[in-house]
């Protein structure tokens, strides 16, 4: 597995990572096998996976657990991101956004005994707090890293702005977005802001939240509480539409002789070398899919045929307002 280097400071992933959400939140059969969850993280790392992905949030608590168990006999060869911010340790303990200096420490202590880890290798704020000033967050985070109990921090779904006041106070090692050929954001103004400062960029729904596979064709394969089935993007006609920038990643599978998941991959990949994609999969089956992308390699034409294609119609959540702040 080729491995990148996220940001300035020597983080060093593998190139394609394993985000772990759905093993336990939000998805359909979420929860439903976690023995198979442990496989599928343990199958990664054979496969030379290094990079895992969780966050406090996911469930809540029950993923940072879940992957704290899997990666219990592979601490030395794994790196380890989580994500706070998004429970509201202060007051109730509900979901919600807070990023005081508090919360931070509250949360950090949290995922430290989920994980069974004395350190974070990479610690996101997951949603921006417009009431905390985001110096007063990182000034908590820089001093987290002096204390040894984060190594890194990252920042989710931020807006430009906010990345640069961030970095003035402590680099950031790395950006967490949605990114994938149903979701193009990033590349007018987020890409070329983290080249400039040297952060490093981890897409997540890499295969758009899994409808770049091909095998979602209808909103009803989803269960009930799949949080997918309010998603604008597969709402009235844009479902129809947005199904056609998938027929075009399955002609370009079927000329390669590969799979959808794994040319919507490649494409990323080809993006750039401080790229490192974090698909989601809870089963062995998917992770070993996925980490074949690696070995594909896309033509000038496919290029051009997937950088051609349409923007996806409707937006990524039901409320952005979260995003980009």
């Not at 909103?219 to 199904?243: C, E, K, Y």
């Not at 991959?265 to 698909?279: M, N």
Request: charged share 20%; proline share 5%.
């Amino acid at each position: 597995m080729k491995h990148v280097t996220l940001g300035t400071n020597g983080l060093e992933v593998s190139q394609l990572g394993l985000g772990c959400m759905g093993m336990s939140a939000f998805y359909s059969g979420a929860s439903a096998d976690d023995a198979e969850s442990i496989r599928t993280i343990h199958r990664a790392i054979d496969l030379g996976v290094t990079f895992f992905d969780t966050a406090e949030m996911y469930g809540p608590f029950i993923n940072e657990s879940l992957v704290g168990k899997a990666l219990a006999n592979h601490r030395d060869k794994v790196v380890i991101a989580t994500k706070f911010g998004t429970v509201l340790h202060r007051t109730t303990g509900e979901r919600g956004i807070d990023g005081s200096p508090e919360n931070v420490r509250i949360s950090v202590e949290g995922s430290l005994k989920r994980l069974a880890v004395d350190t974070i290798d990479l610690y996101y704020q997951h949603r921006m707090d417009p009431s905390v000033p985001i110096e007063d967050t990182v000034g908590t985070l820089s001093d987290l890293i002096s204390e040894g109990k984060i190594a890194h921090y990252g920042l989710s779904e931020a807006a430009p702005a906010t990345i640069r006041r961030a970095h003035a106070v402590h680099p950031v090692t790395a950006l967490q977005t949605e990114y994938s050929l149903w979701s193009r954001d990033p590349e007018s103004e987020l890409l070329p802001l983290l080249r400039e400062l040297g952060i490093g960029f981890v897409p997540y729904s890499p295969l758009g939240r899994g409808f770049l596979t091909g095998e979602i064709t209808s909103v009803d394969q989803l269960d009930d509480s799949d949080f997918r089935r309010t998603s604008p993007r597969l709402a009235g006609d844009n479902f129809s539409q947005n199904m056609k920038i998938v027929d075009t990643v399955k002609a370009v599978a079927h000329q390669l002789q590969a799979t959808p998941a794994q040319v919507a991959l490649a494409w990323l990949l080809a993006q750039g070398d401080d790229i490192a994609p974090i698909p989601g999969t809870k089963r062995v089956s998917r992770v070993e899919e996925n980490v074949g992308a690696q070995n594909l390699i896309l033509d000038a034409s496919q290029l051009e045929m997937l950088d051609s294609l349409p923007l996806a119609l409707g937006d990524r959540y039901a409320d952005m307002s979260p995003l980009n702040r």
